[in-house]
Structures are given as structure tokens and as C-alpha cells.
């Protein structure tokens, strides 16, 4: 049981230059989101997912962009990317029982942009 | 949008010490959760506790929904508390978990 899986971990990357950040999650659950963390902030939701083929923007979407096609998938693209993307993303998912719920973290993607 | 603050900013304790973290937030909230990211950071989902009280082993939390507060309590702290608390908040009908910015505890030997 893997849990949630994000790619790459590291990366540079140039002003302009577009990629995707990859997050899997092996636990069947329905809710995905990103976020992203600057330093000394607390996490800021970029963009969420309640069910394959349905997403919704969080409190920071622009500049980014995402789909699910799969429950299991749920992958981040930087657009164009500028300096003020520069951060740490968590991808996340969520686990709902009548006890309440549990979000479960990738080990993060750290971002730099120059 | 909500606004979640939370207090202190920042502890230093000694190892054995107790301590209490305070998350205010300024709505009505139907999720309130706790999480703990370790120096390499890591994010560990701590309480979910939109009401009442839970306890799990030294730590516990606390929230008073009707005057929008929550407290965490970690009780013989150990070095390996170290890291920093964050509460997150989802106000009704809505998907948006919000952050506070966090208390960064360090626990010396």
C-alpha cells in the first residue's frame, strides 16, 4: 500500500517552461486536491477533485491547471511557469467514514522556477 | 473568506514539558482538522474534531465550535514533537480547506 505517490520530487525549471506534477494514490478514495506551501505559510488549496472527471478550483488556481480521468490519478500542469510558482506542492487525498475524515499527504514536490 | 489564526507562532519547550497550541477561526466551520509536519516535512493528519474532544495517546484536541476555537494539547513532550501544528478549517458548503499559518514547536533534550 503506497499510499499517495508524487513525481517528480525536485525540479528546476525556466521561466515559461510548462510541466506536470504527478500524484497517485492507491487507497480507492474519491477526494484529491493540491496544494501548494510557501515558506513559513501554511498550505493554500490550488485545486480539488470529489470524483473522476470532476474538479473545482481552490483558493490559488491560477497558473495551474488539472484533470481525473481516473480515481487513482489526479496530475497537476503548470501552464507557463513564472517565479512566483517557486514553492512546495503536497498532493492529497482523502478518506471519508462516518467518523469523519482523514487526508493523506505525498511527501511533497519541491519547485523552483528561475 | 475565513480567517484562521493560530498562537503561538512559535514554542520552545523543554522535553517532558506540556504544552497548548490555540486555533481561532472566524466562521462557522463543519471540518476542523489538525496535522503535524516534521522537519522534513512530512504532513501527518492529526484530529479531524470539527466539536468535542479526542485523545490519541499524549496528544488531545479540543473544539469549541460555538466560539470558534480549537485547542491542541501535547502532554510529556518529546523531542520528536518537533515540527510545526497546523489547523485547517472548511466553512459550510464549501471544499476549500483553509490553513492557519502554524505553530512551530521545538522540543529540547
Known amino acids: 500500500n503506497a499510499g499517495v505517490t508524487q513525481t517528480p520530487k525536485f525540479q528546476v525549471l525556466k521561466t515559461g517552461q510548462s510541466m506536470t506534477l504527478q500524484c497517485a494514490q492507491d487507497?480507492?478514495?474519491?477526494?484529491m486536491s493540491w496544494y501548494r506551501q510557501d515558506p513559513g505559510m501554511g498550505l493554500r488549496l490550488i485545486h480539488y477533485?470529489?470524483?473522476?472527471?470532476?474538479?473545482d478550483q481552490g483558493e490559488v488556481p491560477n497558473g495551474y491547471n488539472v484533470s481525473r480521468s481516473t480515481t487513482e490519478d489526479f496530475p497537476l500542469r503548470l501552464l507557463s511557469a513564472a517565479p512566483s510558482q517557486t514553492s512546495v506542492y503536497f498532493c492529497?487525498?482523502?478518506?471519508?467514514?462516518?467518523?469523519?475524515?482523514?487526508?493523506?499527504f505525498g511527501e511533497g514536490s519541491w519547485l523552483t522556477v528561475v | 473568506g475565513i480567517q484562521v489564526e493560530q498562537s503561538p507562532p512559535d514554542l520552545i519547550l523543554q522535553e517532558g514539558a506540556n504544552s497548548t497550541l490555540r486555533c481561532n477561526f472566524s466562521?462557522?466551520?463543519?471540518?476542523l482538522q489538525w496535522f503535524h509536519q516534521n522537519p522534513w516535512g512530512q504532513l501527518i493528519n492529526l484530529f479531524y474534531?470539527?466539536?468535542g474532544t479526542k485523545q490519541n495517546g499524549r496528544l488531545s484536541a479540543t473544539t469549541v465550535a460555538t466560539e470558534r476555537y480549537s485547542l491542541l494539547y501535547i502532554s510529556s513532550s518529546q523531542t520528536t514533537d518537533s515540527g510545526v501544528y497546523f489547523c485547517?478549517?472548511?466553512?459550510?458548503?464549501?471544499?476549500?480547506?483553509?490553513f492557519g499559518a502554524g505553530t512551530r514547536l521545538t522540543v529540547k533534550p
Open positions: 492529497a487525498s482523502t478518506k471519508g467514514t462516518i467518523q469523519g475524515y482523514t487526508i493523506y
Open positions: 487507497m480507492n478514495h474519491e477526494y
Open positions: 477533485s470529489v470524483g473522476a472527471g470532476i474538479t
Open positions: 466562521d462557522s466551520v463543519n471540518n
Open positions: 474534531i470539527p466539536s
Open positions: 485547517a478549517v472548511r466553512v459550510w458548503n464549501n471544499n476549500d480547506m483553509r
